[in-house]
């Protein structure tokens, strides 16, 4: 179920963004943030496992400042393109090791379909702790428990979705509270030898504590 190689991001980045479900989730990623979460031009954001930044941008003229971080070059030279091309002067791009990643501020990390490439869970959520201000919030989006036929190649992969009441478990052990899920859409995918399946994707929301 477990891979130990590192999946190499930097040679998908030029075509990342041609394919077309792959956009639309994003979407669909990112409306379910701004449902959830209240935005506001005060705030300062991270977007974690960025990739090209197709939630970054979405989520970009709502805030103060969002900063995507991925710990592939070249998907943050494709969203570091996008911001010259846009003249944007509030988004920004950071290279991280998703396992060591540490000090910052921030009232908002987000993540979308990034959390499958990370070993250890419950570490990450005590780094986004860490990270957050008080009062500060995390939301991020996954896929729900599946058999490991969403992913066709599996280098990387740590986990085949994610039991929502464990992880919601895991956030309040690292210290968050008001602690909430909903399904953020439904990915549907032809799968070999099942045709046609559907892969709900879920959003966490949580606090850290005034």
Same mark, same amino acid.
């Given at each position: 179920?477990?891979?130990?190689?590192?999946?190499?991001?930097?040679?998908?980045?030029?075509?990342?963004?041609?394919?077309?479900?792959?956009?639309?989730?994003?979407?669909?990623?990112?409306?379910?943030?701004?449902?959830?979460?209240?935005?506001?031009?005060?705030?300062?954001?991270?977007?974690?496992?960025?990739?090209?930044?197709?939630?970054?941008?979405?989520?970009?003229? &709502?805030?103060?400042?969002? $900063? *995507?971080?991925?710990?592939?070059?070249?998907?943050?030279?494709? +969203? #570091? %393109?996008?911001?010259?091309?846009?003249?944007?002067?509030?988004?920004?791009?950071?290279?991280?090791?998703?396992?060591?990643?540490?000090?910052?501020?921030?009232?908002?990390?987000?993540?979308?379909?990034?959390?499958?490439?990370?070993?250890?869970?419950?570490?990450?959520?005590?780094?986004?702790?860490?990270?957050?201000?008080?009062?500060?919030?995390?939301?991020?989006?996954?896929?729900?428990?599946?058999?490991?036929? &969403?992913?066709?190649?599996? $280098? *990387?992969?740590?986990?085949?979705?994610?039991?929502?009441?464990? +992880? #919601? %478990?895991?956030?309040?052990?690292?210290?968050?509270?008001?602690?909430?899920?909903?399904?953020?859409?439904?990915?549907?995918?032809?799968?070999?030898?099942?045709?046609?399946?559907?892969?709900?994707?879920?959003?966490?929301?949580?606090?850290?504590?005034?």
């Amino acid at each position: 179920m477990k891979s130990e190689i590192q999946k190499d991001f930097d040679k998908e980045a030029a075509q990342w963004d041609a394919n077309p479900g792959r956009v639309q989730m994003a979407n669909e990623v990112s409306a379910a943030i701004i449902r959830e979460v209240p935005l506001t031009t005060g705030m300062q954001v991270m977007d974690f496992g960025c990739g090209t930044g197709l939630i970054t941008l979405k989520l970009q003229p &709502f805030v103060k400042t969002i $900063t *995507g971080t991925d710990s592939s070059q070249g998907m943050l030279a494709a +969203l #570091q %393109q996008k911001i010259g091309q846009q003249s944007l002067d509030n988004v920004f791009t950071r290279h991280v090791d998703f396992a060591t990643d540490s000090a910052a501020s921030y009232d908002l990390i987000v993540s979308s379909m990034t959390l499958h490439h990370v070993p250890d869970t419950l570490a990450l959520f005590k780094a986004w702790f860490n990270q957050l201000r008080a009062g500060g919030q995390v939301c991020f989006a996954d896929l729900d428990t599946e058999d490991g036929s &969403f992913h066709s190649d599996k $280098t *990387g992969v740590f986990h085949f979705g994610f039991d929502r009441e464990k +992880l #919601q %478990q895991q956030l309040l052990d690292a210290g968050f509270d008001k602690v909430r899920a909903t399904t953020a859409t439904t990915i549907n995918k032809e799968v070999k030898g099942q045709g046609a399946v559907q892969f709900p994707v879920f959003l966490i929301t949580a606090t850290r504590p005034e």
